[in-house]
């Protein structure tokens, strides 16, 4: 098995099991997060490992990996930003609002597709998803940027919200 | 209680009956333990292990309260599903993947008043005998998981969850579980599913009531954070006085989520039934932006079915019936079910005449294309078929023959689905067709009329001159 997880995070990891003790297969998506937050993607060996760690068949895991939008199976770039564009936030601009994000980022939105929902920049600093309702809708339009909601992103304002995190 | 001030600029409006959103925006109000306890906080958990588990259901029976997730079912009827002979385990979740389009308010609660909300489910769990339960968060909440998980710990320590609650006999653990980005996950089965670390493929009713057959095939109990919520001010305020909020079958407070276009869209929290839809958009939202007319309501979350600006209704006052339009209708569950759509949800999206029906209509279908589960065919493959339609429409691709495929597509889901996302994604759909055929039309092409749509097609229609 060629993941390397650090000790800190296999801890983390088996503390998070112990949250579901009538079966370990429901820390499937647990473990995936910890994983996912700390490689930023969900390798096969990440997949692998998972299985292993919970006794289960490594495509058990796998069909998680693909069903759910949360699971990267690529790397992201260094700041992962994602743009909400269901109905509220698409009437307030958000269509508008990842154009410049894309444009002031260097990022090519036609790569964005079902199979690569998300787009990276050349110099890999920002990745760009479009994604659907992030339940902010009387402040739209909105972005999640890693952790952090930003609201009423006005789409002219897009290079100074890339700018606070370069 | 009264001495309660809010951030200046996001004061309540003087038409709010603030009861769950009470802490929300208030001056000086912080998540932690400290200020809950300092404001009355896990007085009503100290009461409710003294009583008799039934009292509790009795009491939110006597309160009329129904399910603020979206169906509006009575929530302690639904407690009261668990067979009485059961034997095995029960669970308590609390879903918290708020994701019906048009909805934002378990966010500000999970934020800004988190032990609420472990009181209010530490209470539920002891009216249904759980021990074990879970908080569902949906993932684009990374905030509200962590505050969530840091006022369990609190709570804990200071004795209001784990063993021996509150001195009684009453254990409970509570949990936080992270979904990972899937609207599915909002349906309770798919949500148990997932809660399985499984793909959150929805389960069929009968034999499937998570009441009888849910987590882990036990005795399951799932509810709303919202609703939950109320559960701690019934009992502080007694079911029969709570049900005194409100309109009859249709009780207590619930919280408004208005967006689109209104001058101020944002959350309230008014007496169910006590304000009209033209009261929400006037009043509450400091109404249209200048100069626009309404178009169009959806009044419940997305799936909810569209209200034009000018149809009229047919409602039931007393033993007579009257008609009224669209700004008279009282927000509350039967008179918006009365008027052909739901409260649902309690999002509201304001339409004005500056949109375009077929653009509405097809980010809708968009939402549903993407966050169908695949599981029955009919919702698989009709959802995107519903796109693709609305998509030619959009694009001025379309012949007007397609508006009625678009139709039959929708028609041809619902009801056809193992779970209520085939009605979801199809309401809207015949709604608007029903509503507004002829903006649909008039998006269409006669010159397309009567040619198969294929690869060549659509390459002649993008070289049609407009």
């Known amino acids: 098995m060629s993941l390397s997880v650090p000790a800190d995070i296999e801890k983390e990891i088996d503390e998070r099991i112990t949250h579901y003790p009538v079966s370990r297969r429901s820390a499937v998506l647990p473990v995936l997060h910890i994983l996912q937050r700390h490689f930023r993607f969900l390798s096969e060996d990440a997949v692998s490992w998972t299985a292993a760690k919970l006794g289960l068949e490594p495509i058990q895991v796998l069909e998680v990996v693909t069903f759910y939008p949360g699971f990267r199976q690529e790397a992201p770039g260094k700041v992962h930003i994602r743009v909400c564009r269901t109905l509220s936030c698409a009437m307030a601009g958000s269509y508008e609002l990842l154009d410049n994000l894309c444009q002031a980022a260097g990022i090519d939105a036609s790569r964005m597709g079902h199979h690569h929902p998300f787009a990276v920049s050349k110099d890999g600093r920002f990745s760009i998803e479009f994604v659907e309702c992030l339940a902010s809708c009387g402040s739209a339009p909105v972005c999640l940027v890693e952790d952090e909601l930003h609201e009423r992103v006005s789409p002219e304002t897009a290079p100074d919200l890339l700018a606070r995190y370069s | ?466």
């Open chain 2, 1 to 466: 209680m009264s001495n309660v001030t809010y951030i200046s600029g996001k004061e309540p409006h003087s038409r709010e009956h603030r009861l769950i959103f009470r802490n929300i925006d208030r001056k000086g109000y912080d998540p932690g333990l400290k200020c809950y306890l300092k404001d009355g906080g896990y007085e009503q958990l100290k009461k409710a292990v003294t009583m008799e588990p039934k009292a509790i259901t009795d009491e939110v029976k006597a309160a009329g309260l129904r399910g603020r997730g979206g169906a509006g079912f009575p929530t302690g009827l639904k407690w009261t599903f668990i067979p009485p002979t059961n034997t095995k385990p029960v669970y308590l979740i609390c879903n918290a993947d708020e994701s019906e389009p048009g909805t934002f308010k378990d966010r500000y609660i999970m934020h800004q008043d988190p032990h609420q909300l472990l009181e209010g489910m530490a209470i539920a769990c002891y009216a249904v005998g759980a021990k074990l339960a879970y908080i569902y968060v949906r993932e684009e909440f990374p905030h509200a998981a962590r505050i969530l998980e840091e006022a369990i710990a609190e709570a804990t320590k200071a004795g209001f969850l784990g063993k021996g609650i509150c001195g009684s006999t009453f254990d409970l653990e509570l949990y936080v579980h992270r979904g990972a980005g899937a609207y599915i996950c909002g349906e309770e089965t798919g949500l148990i599913e997932s809660l399985e670390g499984k793909r959150p493929y929805p389960r069929i009713k009968p034999p499937f009531f998570p009441a009888v057959l849910g987590l882990y095939m036990s005795p399951t109990i799932v509810n709303n954070v919202e609703s939950l919520c109320h559960v701690k001010h019934i009992l502080a305020m007694g079911g029969a006085e709570y049900a005194k909020l409100g309109t009859p079958n249709n009780t207590g407070t619930r919280i408004l989520c208005v967006s689109g276009d209104v001058q101020k869209p944002g959350y309230f929290e008014v007496q169910v039934g006590k304000v009209t839809l033209g009261e929400v958009i006037q009043d509450l939202c400091g109404g249209l932006k200048p100069g626009r007319k309404l178009q169009a309501v959806i009044p419940g979350g997305s799936s909810a079915k569209v209200l034009r600006a000018d149809e009229r209704f047919k409602l039931k006052r007393g033993d007579e019936m009257v008609e009224i339009g669209l700004e008279d209708i009282p927000m509350d569950f039967d008179s918006l079910a009365a008027c052909g759509s739901m409260a649902g949800s309690g999002g509201v999206i304001i339409i004005d005449d500056s949109r375009k029906i077929s653009w509405v209509l097809n980010n809708i279908n968009s939402f549903y294309a993407h966050e169908s589960c695949g599981q029955c065919t009919p919702c698989r493959e009709g959802s995107l078929w519903m796109k693709k339609i609305s998509d030619r429409i959009v694009a001025g691709k379309a012949s007007p023959d397609d508006v009625a495929t678009l139709e039959s597509v929708a028609n041809n889901i619902e009801g056809k689905t193992i779970c209520a996302f085939g009605e979801a994604c199809s309401w809207p759909t015949q709604s608007f067709i029903r509503k507004f055929r002829e903006e649909l039309v008039a998006d269409t092409r006669e010159e397309l009329a009567g040619v198969p749509v294929n690869h060549e097609t659509t390459l002649a229609a993008a070289n049609l001159k407009n």
